[in-house]
């Protein structure tokens, strides 16, 4: 199928434009994509069922620190017999990453209770099992919601106040690039590592604008001077 918009090729069924962003119709005889490209629930008897909390959590959890921890753990045995040195410095190091993943998974424990609290959790869950995918599945998104794999970040569109794309450079040579999340809280939080290109994922970065847009229009897009003080304007406390 083509765009709507700017006529060029894109993926059959696509809810937006992978090239400028724009909201799709739907094929002919069928009712549009809500805006901002978010895909409907399917239509069923039945209401979809909530995921499991150990499927979100799998899916948010930054596993890398667990799994350094167990790596680190399990080289340290024979070193720490052969080159003692080495043994008690990995399982320093163990020590540090299982303290990181375990202070992570508290994070989280405490956003879920908190969504517990004021009672939407289960629909949270519900949103995630049938949400939409972006940047190779780094990122799902639902009615109301975006999930950050392996970022530990879960947000209500309304909670996004900005939303950009910070490219590390050193010595002129880009090393990091990551999606980066304002919240209500004065927060800014990394919701999704890309590969260290700059022109890698830009147009789905520019549907994943299009699509946080779409919901909350007073979100502040892109990284200046002038955004960074309104950001901090606005979460002033």
Same mark, same amino acid.
């Given at each position: 199928?083509?765009?709507?918009?700017?006529?060029?090729?894109?993926?059959?069924?696509?809810?937006?434009?992978?090239?400028?962003?724009?909201?799709?119709?739907?094929?002919?005889?069928?009712?549009?994509?809500?805006?901002?490209?978010?895909?409907?629930?399917?239509?069923?008897?039945?209401?979809?069922?909530?995921?499991?909390?150990?499927?979100?959590?799998?899916?948010?959890?930054?596993?890398? /620190? &667990?799994?350094?921890?167990? $790596?680190?753990?399990? *080289?340290?045995?024979?070193?720490?017999?052969?080159?003692? @040195? %080495?043994?008690?410095?990995?399982?320093?190091?163990?020590?540090?990453?299982?303290?990181?993943?375990?202070?992570?998974?508290?994070?989280?424990?405490?956003?879920?209770?908190?969504?517990?609290?004021?009672?939407?959790?289960?629909?949270? /869950? &519900?949103?995630?099992?049938? $949400?939409?995918?972006? *940047?190779?599945?780094?990122?799902?998104?639902?009615?109301? @919601? %975006?999930?950050?794999?392996?970022?530990?970040?879960?947000?209500?569109?309304?909670?996004?106040?900005?939303?950009?794309?910070?490219?590390?450079?050193?010595?002129?040579?880009?090393?990091?690039?990551?999606?980066?999340?304002?919240?209500?809280?004065?927060?800014?939080?990394?919701?999704?590592?890309?590969?260290?290109?700059?022109?890698?994922?830009?147009?789905?970065?520019?549907?994943?604008?299009?699509?946080?847009?779409?919901?909350?229009?007073?979100?502040?897009?892109?990284?200046?001077?002038?955004?960074?003080?309104?950001?901090?304007?606005?979460?002033?406390?």
């Amino acid at each position: 199928m083509f765009c709507s918009s700017c006529g060029r090729e894109i993926p059959d069924h696509a809810a937006f434009c992978t090239h400028c962003g724009a909201a799709q119709a739907r094929q002919a005889g069928s009712q549009p994509y809500p805006q901002g490209g978010s895909q409907p629930y399917p239509q069923a008897q039945q209401p979809v069922p909530p995921a499991s909390q150990t499927a979100f959590l799998q899916y948010i959890t930054p596993c890398y /620190l &667990r799994n350094t921890c167990i $790596a680190l753990a399990v *080289l340290a045995v024979p070193l720490v017999f052969a080159v003692p @040195f %080495l043994g008690i410095a990995c399982l320093v190091f163990a020590l540090l990453f299982g303290l990181f993943w375990y202070l992570n998974r508290r994070q989280i424990q405490k956003r879920i209770a908190c969504a517990q609290a004021n009672g939407t959790y289960e629909a949270m /869950l &519900r949103e995630f099992a049938s $949400a939409a995918s972006l *940047l190779d599945d780094r990122i799902r998104y639902s009615e109301h @919601f %975006l999930f950050g794999r392996h970022s530990s970040q879960f947000l209500a569109y309304s909670d996004i106040v900005w939303i950009y794309r910070h490219l590390l450079r050193y010595y002129f040579v880009p090393v990091s690039s990551q999606i980066m999340v304002g919240n209500r809280d004065g927060r800014i939080l990394s919701f999704c590592k890309l590969k260290p290109s700059k022109k890698k994922g830009d147009q789905e970065i520019q549907a994943l604008a299009a699509l946080v847009y779409s919901k909350n229009p007073s979100v502040l897009l892109g990284f200046d001077g002038q955004r960074q003080a309104e950001f901090k304007r606005r979460t002033k406390k």
